[in-house]
Every structure is written in C-alpha cells, then in structure tokens.
C-alpha cells in the first residue's frame, strides 16, 4: 500500500511540473503582451481622429453622416487578422485558456478606449450647446457605461430623460440577403420614469445628448469580436 501511495504522489508531482503555472508574474507579462498587441490597433485606427463634427438643426445635433464616416473607416484601418494572430500566438505559447485570455482582451480594450474628444473635432462658438448624436454607428463603438446618466434630447432640442445603455439585436437581411445583421440601439429612462426604446432602427440624428457631459467620457472602443474571432 505504501509503495502505491507513493508511486500515486510521484505521478502528481510529475503531473504538476508539466502543467503550466499562472503565477502573478505570468499574469502580469500575459497582460503586457495583451496590452501590447490591443495599443497597436488603436494606434491604427486614430490615424483616422480626430473628425470634425458639424452641426444642423435648431437644436444644434451632430450630424450621423460625420458619425458614421469617421468611426467606421477608424475600424476598417484596424489590422485585425494579424492582432488576431498575435494574440492566438499568446494563447498557445502560455497555454491559457480562450476564457481567461478573452477576458484580459476586453479589460485591455476597455482601458484604452479614446474619449470623445480624442474622435470628435467640434469647432462651434459655443460648444456646449452641441449635441452628440446617439446614432447607430456611435452607439456600436460605445464603451459600456459611458453615457449612463447623461440626459437625452430629440433633434428638437426637447429633453425625453436620461440615458441607460446600449444594446444590440438581430435584424432580418430581407429577401435579397439570406442572413441577418446586428444593430444598436439605446433605452432611456423618460420624465415619467418609465424605460424607453427609440422604435426606428436607423437612429440617424434623431437623439442626443449634450456635448458638454460626453466629450471627457470614454467614446470609442474597439470591439472584441475580430480579435477573438480568429481563433
């Protein structure tokens, strides 16, 4: 019995030495190489940054059209397949699991998001009076949290209540594409204090917050899914 418990223990041991430890110390460098790897695609995109972003209407709203000519091409001149590479490279080489890697990803992606005013250039007399428009495009590279709080208005200029989140949801392609597509929207909690969902699907510059309360706060994030999407 003694001779196979200790041949049980040997085995353990040897077991322990070939699988892989996660001390502080590999975290930390498995952080930095993520880091590494997740600045140098925001590096690409700001080469786009900052946009102007011009205004019309009574109210004074952002124009979509600036929005989406901006954030789009921003993503687009993002080297995704090679960072993807990178980072599976990480994966292998460390011997982490895609959760636990996947969860440094979105930390580092979260933490370098650009504010606002790293994206939008806006050059009005008054600046506070602008309002930044929630359209589709803005509300698909917002960082969780980042408007919550802040008050919403319509392009009238006419306060509807406050911001809550985004989110996305399917939409159906039509006859002409087999597949469908996501969009964003928003939900905003209105005067009443009920929970409200713009019911149009293209947000456009239909809504806005004020300039003022967004242009320090977190405005542009890479999303996660072509870097992990890769693997």
Partial sequence: MKVLLKSILFFLMCLG?????????????????????????????????????????????????????????????????????????????????????????????????????????????NPNEVLLPLSNSLLKFLPENSLTGLTVYDKKGELLGVFVSPYSFERSGGLEILSGYRMVNFQYTDLNGNTQTPSAAFLLDSFGVPWRDAWHKPGFRLPSNKLLGWW
């Fill in 17 to 125: 030495l070939a699988l892989p430890v996660f001390g502080q110390n590999n975290r930390d460098e498995i952080k930095k190489k993520v880091d590494a790897i997740v600045s140098r695609a925001y590096e690409e995109a700001v080469v786009v940054f900052p946009c102007r972003l011009k205004i019309s209407g009574k109210a004074k709203m952002g124009r979509w059209k600036d929005v989406e000519n901006c954030v789009n091409p921003a993503h687009d001149e993002v080297d995704w397949e090679s960072h993807a590479a990178a980072l599976r490279k990480i994966r292998e080489d460390e011997r982490i699991s895609r959760e636990d890697l996947t969860a440094v990803v979105e930390a580092a992606l979260a933490e370098q998001a650009l504010s606002f005013d790293k994206v939008f250039l806006v050059k009005e007399k």
